[in-house]
């Protein structure tokens, strides 16, 4: 998780302090910040529509939807391995419908990240009925050719669905560029917002679809109050029928729209940049003790997955860390390291200190 900044928590307490007198919250209340928040997480990923974003509570959720309004009956799912869980259990139930599940594994190599991205590549084909991945891999930061993976399934009339949680605010993306079908992210990760909120983009592929849940705010006309009873067969338009029910949120919505207008007053391309800036000479320091790092032109700055050298063992890395009480992720066989711009260059040296004391060590 990310720490939470002072301006989100203080929209946070204002709106739990609403609750304390509900004559406040008026009719517009429950759309006008919504509204806002689709225009300000369009801008940051690049969307001319703001109607195809809707508020989610989770990544599962924005992909149970997905799953639910695939336009096949039959085919090849497409997954990277070892992907967060989220993004897999919805494909996998789909196995009752009769798709099947091609899992593609990263090659054992020193050009790992290119290597990878050239058998996904190479495993879209006629049946290939979508392709599910994040931007980056979770646990080690390794980026994916999602533009050029776009292009490969226009010719198989694939869809690309992309968990955006482990980049969407910190890694620049363009939905204009990449096109996907549809676009997950929770936002307490580098959205920087609170836990049980987040966005869900969806293209026109899912237009039509039935959403998971039946509620009363993503119906035609939910804006008026007076007429609700008047019950409606017809949904919001575009991606508006998969909003969460309850998502005017009056204490979430503000905090992720707050922390939103921040990243765009930053940029992911600044973020990109520091965290680049911040990290290169520990890189370097670390791949001469022997740990290993995906090459810069396959990887993400921000998130990045270090490998330890032969004959050092993980438990003897995790105790020094801990001593120093330098906060890491351990996903696999890999350390993932997850600097930002709440990081400086302290932080850094504890880090060093703490991955050289192994390697003297043993």
């Given at each position: 998780m990310?720490?939470?900044m002072?301006?989100?928590?203080?929209?946070?307490?204002?709106?739990?302090?609403?609750?304390?007198?509900?004559?406040?919250?008026?009719?517009?209340?429950?759309?006008?910040?919504?509204?806002?928040?689709?225009?300000?997480?369009?801008?940051?990923?690049?969307?001319?529509?703001?109607?195809?974003?809707?508020?989610?509570?989770?990544v599962s959720?924005?992909l149970?939807?997905?799953?639910?309004?695939?336009?096949?009956?039959?085919?090849?799912?497409?997954?990277?391995?070892?992907?967060?869980?989220?993004?897999?259990?919805?494909?996998v139930?789909?196995?009752?419908?009769?798709?099947?599940?091609?899992?593609?594994?990263p090659?054992?190599?020193?050009?790992?990240?290119?290597?990878?991205?050239?058998?996904?590549?190479?495993?879209?084909n006629?049946?290939?009925?979508?392709?599910?991945?994040?931007?980056?891999?979770?646990?080690?930061?390794?980026?994916?050719?999602?533009?050029?993976?776009?292009?490969?399934?226009?010719?198989?009339?694939?869809?690309?669905?992309?968990?955006?949680?482990?980049?969407?605010?910190?890694?620049?993306f363009?939905?204009?560029?990449?096109?996907?079908?549809?676009?997950?992210?929770?936002?307490?990760?580098?959205?920087?917002?609170?836990?049980?909120?987040?966005?869900?983009y969806?293209?026109?592929?899912?237009?039509?679809?039935?959403?998971?849940?039946?509620?009363?705010?993503?119906r035609?006309?939910?804006?008026?109050?007076?007429?609700?009873?008047?019950y409606?067969?017809?949904?919001?338009e575009k991606?508006?029928?998969?909003?969460?029910g309850?998502?005017?949120?009056?204490?979430l919505?503000?905090?992720?729209?707050?922390?939103?207008?921040?990243?765009?007053?930053?940029?992911?391309?600044?973020?990109?940049q520091?965290?680049?800036?911040?990290?290169?000479?520990?890189?370097?320091?670390?791949?001469?003790?022997?740990?290993?790092?995906?090459?810069?032109?396959?990887?993400?700055?921000h998130?990045?997955?270090?490998?330890?050298?032969?004959?050092?063992?993980?438990?003897?890395?995790?105790?020094?860390?801990?001593?120093?009480?330098?906060?890491?992720?351990?996903?696999?066989?890999?350390?993932?390291?997850?600097?930002?711009?709440?990081?400086?260059?302290?932080?850094?040296?504890k880090?060093?200190?703490?991955?050289?004391?192994?390697?003297?060590?043993?």
């Open positions: 990310s720490p939470l002072k301006q989100v928590e203080k929209a946070g307490i204002k709106g739990l302090k609403t609750k304390r007198n509900p004559v406040k919250v008026s009719v517009d209340d429950f759309f006008h910040e919504s509204e806002q928040v689709r225009g300000a997480y369009s801008r940051l990923i690049e969307n001319d529509d703001p109607n195809r974003v809707v508020i989610i509570p989770s959720y924005g149970a939807n997905v799953a639910q309004n695939l336009p096949f009956n039959d085919g090849e799912i497409l997954l990277a391995e070892e992907q967060f869980p989220s993004n897999v259990y919805p494909w139930r789909l196995k009752e419908k009769g798709f099947t599940i091609n899992v593609v594994s090659p054992q190599s020193d050009n790992r990240g290119e290597s990878w991205n050239e058998k996904i590549l190479d495993a879209i006629s049946k290939t009925r979508m392709v599910a991945v994040g931007h980056i891999h979770w646990s080690d930061g390794t980026l994916f050719q999602l533009k050029t993976i776009r292009e490969k399934l226009d010719e198989v009339g694939g869809l690309l669905v992309i968990d955006g949680t482990q980049s969407i605010g910190a890694l620049p363009s939905v204009k560029e990449i096109r996907p079908d549809a676009l997950v992210c929770a936002g307490y990760k580098w959205l920087m917002g609170p836990y049980s909120i987040g966005l869900a969806y293209g026109s592929a899912f237009d039509e679809g039935r959403p998971i849940e039946e509620n009363w705010i993503n035609k006309g939910s804006d008026d109050f007076g007429n609700l009873v008047n409606q067969e017809t949904y919001r991606a508006l029928r998969y909003e969460v309850e998502h005017s949120n009056f204490i919505v503000p905090m992720i729209h707050q922390a939103i207008k921040q990243l765009l007053r930053w940029s992911p391309e600044n973020i990109q520091y965290t680049h800036d911040l990290m290169a000479d520990s890189i370097t320091e670390m791949t001469a003790m022997g740990y290993r790092v995906e090459n810069a032109a396959w990887r993400a700055n998130l990045l997955g270090v490998r330890l050298p032969s004959g050092v063992e993980l438990s003897r890395v995790q105790q020094s860390l801990k001593k120093h009480r330098v906060s890491v992720s351990f996903r696999g066989d890999s350390i993932r390291i997850s600097p930002n711009i709440y990081n400086d260059e302290m932080d850094v040296r880090l060093l200190k703490a991955m050289k004391e192994p390697i003297f060590a043993s």
